[in-house]
């Protein structure tokens, strides 16, 4: 008789397609264009980096991370981006 294990490993938080389909991050909307237009990365609040390739429809997933920290902002944000 043979005994076997099967271990799962955590895998690092990378910026594949896979992972944008899980969640959308909060961006600068400034930036949002120009990555779209110009296939430029830009980083999300929680600090990921990746191309803007879709837009997020109502009731979509959001990171909870760029949520935390978008609320923790104070209004207004300081700027018009």
């Known amino acids: 008789m043979t005994v ?12 594949d397609a896979d992972s ?16 779209a237009v110009m296939g430029n990365m830009v980083q999300a609040l929680c600090g990921e980096i990746f191309p803007v390739t879709r837009s997020p429809k109502p009731g979509s997933p959001v990171c909870a ?17």
């Open 4 to 15: 076997t294990s099967t271990q799962t490993l955590e895998s690092p938080k990378t910026a």
């Open 65 to 81: 991370r760029c949520k935390e920290i978008y609320e923790s902002l104070p209004p207004g944000g300081g700027s018009s981006d």
């Open 20 to 35: 944008a389909d899980r969640v959308f991050h909060y961006v600068r909307k400034s930036k949002i264009a120009e990555s």
